[in-house]
């Protein structure tokens, strides 16, 4: 606590001392309402505040849009690709031969009556990957870049040695 005749202790530069008579006065800054003296040290200050404020909006948007990337993920994984499979394997049951093309062709027009054409890709090779019905291309007969497009259809647990050997 604070006797009487202590005095406070100030920084180097604190606005008191800058705008004293003994120093140069600060150049004036208008604002649109009023004119006040603007020392360094406010400034500083201002734009440290500033800086701090806008990071921590960055931050939140950052997070939020995490979080936004993460739900979408998990509706897709969870709810939208089971949901076109189960469709699909309930409409074209027994198997036909162009399954494939047909499940293609229902996740297409399933998508665009929602509007959603651009996620199509990333809905598409979702359903690809969980569907056991989609039955692979003879490795053999694939060269180029169907090799590349058949391989990355293919689930995780697939051997590509085994099926390499496998073949006749």
Do not use: C
């Not at 734009?47 to 993920?73: F, G, P």
């Amino acid at each position: 606590m604070q006797q009487q005749g202590e005095a406070y202790l100030t920084p180097p530069y604190s606005p008191a001392q800058v705008s004293s008579e003994e120093s140069d006065a600060p150049p004036e800054s208008v604002t649109m309402m009023s004119t006040w003296p603007i020392t360094t040290l406010e400034t500083l200050a201002h734009s440290y505040i500033m800086v701090n404020t806008s990071l921590k909006d960055y931050y939140e948007a950052w997070y939020q849009e995490r979080r936004a990337r993460m739900l979408k993920s998990d509706i897709l994984t969870q709810q939208v690709v089971p949901h076109i499979i189960q469709l699909a394997h309930s409409m074209y049951n027994p198997r036909p031969n162009n399954y494939q093309g047909l499940l293609r062709q229902l996740t297409r027009t399933t998508l665009q009556e929602h509007r959603l054409f651009d996620a199509f890709r990333g809905v598409w090779r979702n359903v690809v990957s969980k569907d056991d019905w989609i039955q692979l291309e003879p490795i053999t007969n694939i060269i180029g870049h169907q090799w590349r497009r058949t391989y990355k259809i293919m689930s995780k647990n697939v051997n590509v040695a085994k099926l390499l050997v496998q073949s006749p």
